[in-house]
């Protein structure tokens, strides 16, 4: 049996791929010119990107929006209410001259105090995605409450009431307006 010669092999198979280059060196054109581009075609395509682009831009600001009025609205009435409720038990306590009215003045001042910086913080939080409306009515309810809590640590048994009784029917339109704003949405 005669083996192939190593040398001869290498030989045969340059021989063989510069063959096969000059068929397909033979084989190529070139084309003379200069390329464009179709300048209607390229116009389509930059405006379908445009209008792709913008859609995708208002589906994530309406998702956004979205969030910041549920984060808002969802937990107002939760937060509002027990404030509400703890100024109303000062007003009982007041009203009757109960030993407890200078306790419940105060619970009642920082619970209105609580809701407003809880209030305010989700206002902020949700910056310019909540609706410039929706936020002026909460950030309305925070300076109602704000000033509710304070005519109410001045409040004692022989204090006047109409600085307080302002201060609460502001707190209680503030409220309203808000909450119906929520509601509508």
Known sequence: MKLLDPRGFGLMCATLAVGTGLVVAGCSSS????ATANQVEASAYRTE???????????????????????NCTP??????????????????????????????????QTLEDAAKTVEGRVNSAGDALPADLSQKFTAYVSAA?????ESRKMTYTAPVGALNDASKR???ALNVARDACSAR
């Open 146 to 150: 704000r000033a509710l809590a304070s």
């Open 31 to 34: 084309i003379h010119g200069t």
């Open 49 to 71: 990107m445009a209008s792709s682009s913008a859609a995708a831009t208002s589906s994530a600001k309406a998702a956004a929006q979205a969030k910041a009025i549920s984060d």
């Open 171 to 173: 707190v209680n339109d």
């Open 76 to 109: 107002f009435r939760g937060t509002t209410s027990v404030a509400v409720t703890k100024y109303n038990e000062f007003v009982d306590a007041h009203d009757a001259n109960a030993p407890d009215q200078d306790v419940k003045r105060d619970t009642a001042a």
